[in-house]
Nanobody
């Protein structure tokens, strides 16, 4: 079982910045992809950014140039640096991770989400 814990959400004024963190723990052999999603009220969860084990970081068009995702493979942690935040970025942000457990079994885990509110 793999647990993901997010932190760093909160209330920020338009134009401000926040940094989200996501730490993975549990029965992990290898994490392949880590990602951040967000969900607006009444909408489906949408991808914000993802980092594969190999390859470029993928960003949604709505956050390109404003958000930066990074990953610390040693700490099994991902980060989402959000800058120039807009009111329309207000959502619950979820992290996810996919990989393999100690016996090769695949896993995909989700955090419980952290609220980001952009408002003056």
């Amino acid at each position: 079982q793999v647990e993901l814990v997010e932190s760093g959400g909160g209330l920020v004024q338009p134009g401000g910045s926040l940094r989200l963190s996501c730490s993975a723990s549990g029965s992990i052999f290898r994490i392949n992809t880590m990602a951040w999603y967000r969900q607006f009220p009444g909408k489906e969860r949408e991808l914000v950014a993802s980092i594969p084990n190999v390859g470029p970081i993928n960003y949604s068009d709505s956050v390109k140039g404003r958000f930066t995702m990074s990953r610390d493979r040693v700490k099994s942690t991902s980060y989402l640096q959000m800058s120039n935040l807009l009111p329309e970025d207000t959502a619950v942000y979820y992290c996810s991770a996919g990989g393999r457990g100690p016996y090769g079994s695949p896993f995909t885990s989700w955090g419980k989400g952290t609220q980001v509110t952009v408002s003056s």
